[in-house]
């Protein structure tokens, strides 16, 4: 039985400690946070959990034998670097840090002291995005062109981080996860509207290498929630909706091919037609899982066996490199820099 101290029960620690503390194999023994408020809710809801206001007391503590860190952004480093330095396994939620030195410093560390680093980059266990990553791996859809995904609400407007430190840290881990890459470039403009010098929507393009661009567009200043991404193949395009819960993906038989006739031929509307390919639209079963779950879960195993978690921290240090090109980006007007 792993023994756990959750950090921050804000808006997304409660969900943590549900975890956490209602699977087998962990127990949830201690939560930390600096709001009263909060605490009082925590200890309403588990009055056998103890609480703290300060990490030290927590982290002193040797029956605790990890830590899981839902704080604001800013704080992610210095309480993941007091909790390895205090042996614990750490899983820090996304973004790992703010800077990239300090992301590799606490890589350094939890491989010192071998202890487990995680970042909760949630997607990479959504069962439909690792079931793209079936598909990507299998060859399904050819050489990939682009990939194209909005993540917009209204809200939560962060005070800390702009819009695409909280909310493209997910698309960038999904798309270095699937063509198990880091983009080579990256250019982006924000806009702030509601907090000056903080952006509320970013606008970015990244490149891969080998022809592969990603487009994003995220904001938490829009009246709709969507999360979608589309994939553009040669050989097959993909749709993925994670606010269709049931069927969150469209495999799309469609290709444009190059054996057009001649250029000078394609002078009406049915020779042009034969250059597009529009096949079968497959919706495939994907199971519904909850992906925080699947997370919790694996972060207990890899800390049972000593294995390097899917989203270990130096996934998290790549997600903290394109996110710094976008910022050096959008000072300098969305010029293209280098990741
Ligand atoms: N993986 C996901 O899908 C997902 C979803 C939401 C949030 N998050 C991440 O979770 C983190 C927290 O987000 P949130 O929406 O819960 O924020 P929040 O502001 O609602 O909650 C943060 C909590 O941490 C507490 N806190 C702040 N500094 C502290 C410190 N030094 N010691 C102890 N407690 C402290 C605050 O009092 C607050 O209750 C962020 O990094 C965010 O990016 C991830």
């Known amino acids: 039985m792993l023994r756990i101290a959750v950090i921050g ?15 087998q194999a962990s127990d ?42 839902a704080t604001p952004t800013t704080t992610h480093y210095a309480l993941a670097s007091a909790a390895l330095r205090a042996g614990k396994h750490v899983l820090v939620e996304k973004p790992i840090a703010t800077r990239l030195a300090e992301a590799e410093e606490l890589c350094a560390l939890a491989e010192a002291g071998k202890r487990v680093l995680m970042v909760g980059h949630v997607f990479l266990f959504n069962a439909a995005i690792r079931r793209v990553k079936e598909y990507l791996d299998q060859g399904k859809l050819g050489q990939i062109f682009y990939i194209s995904m909005v993540r917009t609400n209204l809200g939560p407007i962060r005070m800390d981080v702009n819009a695409a430190w909280d909310l493209a840290a997910h698309d960038v881990a999904i798309v270095n996860y699937w063509l198990e890459a880091i983009p080579t470039h990256a250019a982006a403009h924000g806009g702030s509207w509601i907090n000056p010098g903080i952006e509320d929507a970013a606008f970015a393009n990244l490149w891969y290498g080998n022809g592969i661009m990603a487009n994003l567009h995220v904001s938490w200043l829009n009246p709709r929630k969507v999360r979608d991404i589309t994939i553009v193949g040669e050989k097959g395009m993909l749709t993925f909706d994670d606010m269709n819960l049931s069927e969150p993906l469209r495999l799309y038989d469609k290709t444009v091919t190059d054996q057009r006739s001649p250029a000078g031929f394609i002078d009406t509307f ?31 195993e890899c800390i049972a066996k000593g294995a390097r978690p899917v989203s270990d921290g130096w996934s998290g240090a790549a997600a903290v490199r394109v996110l710094s090109a976008f910022d050096r980006s959008m000072a300098g007007d969305g010029q293209k820099v280098a990741v």
């Open 9 to 23: 029960a804000g808006h997304w620690g409660p969900n943590l400690i549900r975890n956490f503390h209602n699977h």
């Open 28 to 69: 949830v023994t201690w939560v930390v946070d600096r709001d009263e408020s909060r605490r009082a809710l925590t200890r309403s809801r588990y009055p056998e959990i103890r609480v703290a206001s300060d990490a030290d007391r927590v982290l002193a503590d040797p029956d605790v034998d990890a830590v899981v860190i």
């Open 270 to 300: 049915a020779s042009f037609r034969t250059s597009i390919r529009e096949g079968d639209i497959l919706i495939p079963r994907v199971p519904t899982n909850e992906p925080l779950r699947a997370e919790c879960e694996h972060f207990l």
